[in-house]
């Protein structure tokens, strides 16, 4: 007897669009970004003549002490800068080869879920409590694809699946689900239109350890699979080293050091990155205490001349009161640093250092 054929399950079509690169053109690119925060008190310079790049298909890990400005970085390039009081006061952000501060509102929104998503890092408040999750991601489709009915239905059901989600949840609500789960359906509303670009702002920090691996093995696992770029901000090096391909480290609202993760963790030049990698409990050495780094970070309001990391550096010169360090590449390597102490070709001026310390 023939056996009835089973009808297949629904393939929905993504958004297979991608942005070809012109002679190595990144596909986002920063170039001297500054943003405040301007009150009648004061005005905080949050983000500084920052420079960024991230090629297509290529994960950025973007790491730096608490208020150093990552996630303002993040609003501003999708241009959700509170204002006020926040301001985009100067600088470029090229995606795709466009300049994101010139474009009109309207097109700024096609763009926002399209091709650039946000994970945030609180799944708890990401997600509309009122609304079932499928009716969330429903809501995401319906804006930037075109579909309808049964389509879009079966479309999100499809990334409740991808995500690890039985579709048979898609008209649960958020407080029905776990926090690692909230995570889940945040993710799957971020690639529901198979964007570009994921910004993952510290999308871990809500959760639990083991459902922090979790979570970051999925979405490295589905960058991979969608072809998509990922920015990812987070205090964590173990998780830079382990799903990104380069680093940017960011220190009083700019990019200090930045190039290939191997490269910059086996061969660390900045003195903040020294010492953010010698604060690392290491497993083979028994100590009583960590390194910390002297000092604190310095007030946003008011930046100290010169290197805004001479306060807290052991090889501060008169040079770095003075004078702001410009970004250099390291000959030979993909490796960039702002530093007087460091020359061209990844040496350390130790005499100069030592003789004004």
């Known amino acids: 007897m023939l056996q009835k054929k089973q009808p297949k399950p629904f393939q929905p079509e993504l958004n297979t669009e991608r942005w070809e690169a012109k002679d190595g053109e990144p596909l986002l690119e920063i170039r001297d970004l500054n943003i405040i925060y301007k009150t009648d008190a004061r005005t905080v310079r949050a983000v500084n003549k920052l420079n960024l790049k991230l090629g297509a298909g290529e994960s950025l890990g973007f790491v730096g002490e608490t208020g150093a400005g990552k996630t303002t970085t993040a609003l501003g390039i999708l241009r959700l800068v509170p204002d006020p009081p926040g301001i985009i006061e100067s600088g470029q952000i090229l995606f795709e080869g466009r300049d994101l501060l010139g474009l009109e509102k309207d097109e700024m929104r096609q763009i926002r879920g399209s091709r650039i998503s946000m994970i945030f890092q609180d799944p708890m408040t990401s997600l509309n409590p009122s609304m079932t999750v499928g009716a969330q ?51 799957a509303m971020a690639l529901a239109c198979n964007p ?47 799903i990104c391909d380069r680093v940017a480290i960011m220190y ?87 530093c007087h102490y460091v020359n061209e070709k990844g040496e350390f001026s130790g005499k100069e250092a030592k003789a004004d310390a």
Do not use: W
Not at 143 to 152: A, N, R, T, W
Not at 201 to 230: C, G, H, R, W, Y
């Open 196 to 242: 570009q670009m994921i910004i993952a702002d510290e999308p871990t920090t809500a959760l639990d350890v083991t459902i922090q691996a979790q979570v970051l093995e999925l979405m490295n696992k589905l960058k991979d699979e969608f072809n998509t770029s990922m920015l990812l901000i987070t205090h964590d090096l173990g998780v830079v080293a382990e």
């Open 137 to 187: 991601i429903e809501e995401v489709l319906g804006l930037h694809e075109k579909l309808s009915g049964v389509d879009l239905c079966e479309r999100a059901r499809h990334m409740l699946e991808v995500v690890g989600i039985r579709p048979e949840r898609f008209n649960d609500y958020p407080h029905q689900f776990s926090g690692g789960m909230k995570q889940r359906v945040c993710i």
């Open 252 to 338: 009083a609202g700019s990019v200090v050091e930045d190039g290939d993760t191997d490269e910059i963790y086996d061969h660390p030049l900045h003195p903040y990155t020294r010492g953010l990698f010698a604060s690392i409990p290491s497993l083979d050495e028994d100590v009583e205490s960590l390194h910390v780094i002297p000092g604190a970070p310095p007030d946003p309001a008011d930046l100290p001349s010169g290197c805004c990391f001479h306060p807290r550096c052991p090889y501060a010169t008169e040079r770095c009161r003075k004078e702001i360090p410009e970004m250099r590449a390291i000959s030979g390597v993909d490796h960039q640093l702002a």
